[in-house]
């Protein structure tokens, strides 16, 4: 694809706020508001982001045959994520979006995602656990569900050696067709120079 003329404004940075406003040929509308900084014992980084799309975006699975005005076509999407990390150690993301369609008549929903991690760094050692999962993803006519989490630690011996292990489920609800979650499992040794 070419690249669309773009016209963006990006505030001063204002008490860690920071405003961006961009207009895309074709009319395509985004905006976000970001935050970085330090409140008490916290540091903090967060974001709110919103796109309206004017270009008669096809929502993926949909055929391609198949006009605007019969198709699933994406209006807008929103998502936003806060960081949030004590000097002591422990920190957690948290993130949700969400995406407008104009459906056909195939009975899809508005996709949405959510996900959640915590953290804790103490001495040498890091951990951490995590949870996603998209609900009414359109694949064609259908919607889909697909959840994951996973644990994973590491220890940094010093020199830039680290040695670390990971485990990380994935599962798929996939409408009409019968699925396995996958387990993952991984150990590794990591040398920096």
Known sequence: NDRVQTLRYDSPIFNGFQGRIAAAQGGDIDAAVLYSGKIDAFEVKGGLGYVAFNNGNQ???????????????????????????????????????????????????????IYFKVGYTWDAFEVAADYTEASDMNVGAADHDATAYGLAGQYNMGNGVSVAALYRNMDLDLTGTATDAINLYAVNLRVKF
């Open 59 to 113: 929502v993926a699975g949909a055929p391609a045959a198949v006009t605007n005005l019969t198709a699933n076509v994406l209006e807008d999407q929103w998502a936003g994520s806060i960081s949030v990390k004590h000097d002591q150690g422990i920190g957690a993301t948290l993130a949700y979006g969400e995406q407008s369609i104009d459906k056909a008549a195939n009975g899809v929903d508005d996709p949405s995602f």
